[in-house]
């Protein structure tokens, strides 16, 4: 059973980092596409980092981030560890939203990470969220 546990979110003020965490359990870590999603209150899931790094499928490899995160937030993974990490960096008041991890097998993609980021519904687990505030 495939299990994602997110940790790391908190407040922090404008400008400020925090580093996500996504631990993951339950299946072949290495061979799965990850994303990080958000939802603030009132708005839609939005895809902001997706990654898939397949040696045997390089068309659909690669990183994705959306422009409202681009250049600040850096998507990684430690495979022995089966760990995610979203870092993020000059945070603002409009990256307040509940944080989320998710998880699609890389035999199941057939299309490029910014467009897995597109859709919340390209990934099929999903982890319980953890919430970040940023403060002006």
């Known amino acids: 059973e495939v299990q994602l546990e997110e940790s790391g979110g908190g407040s922090v003020q404008a400008g400020g980092s925090l580093r996500l965490s996504c631990a993951a359990s339950?299946?072949?870590?290495?061979?799965?596409?990850i994303g990080w999603f958000r939802q603030a209150p009132g708005k839609e899931r939005e895809g902001i980092a997706c990654?898939?790094?397949?040696?045997?499928?390089?068309?659909?490899?690669?990183?994705y981030y959306s422009d409202s995160v681009k250049g600040r937030f850096t998507i990684s993974t430690d495979n022995a560890k089966n760990m995610v990490y979203l870092d993020m960096n000059s945070l603002k008041p409009e990256d307040t939203a509940v944080y989320y991890c998710?998880?699609?097998?890389?035999?199941?993609?057939?299309?490029?990470?910014?467009?897995?980021?597109?859709?919340?519904?390209?990934?099929?687990?999903w982890g319980q969220g953890t919430q970040v505030t940023v403060s002006s």
């Open positions: 990654a898939n790094s397949d040696s045997t499928n390089t068309r659909y490899s690669g990183t």
């Open positions: 339950g299946f072949a870590f290495d061979d799965y596409a």
């Open positions: 998710a998880v699609q097998p890389q035999r199941m993609i057939r299309v490029t990470m910014a467009s897995m980021c597109l859709f919340a519904t390209a990934f099929d687990s």
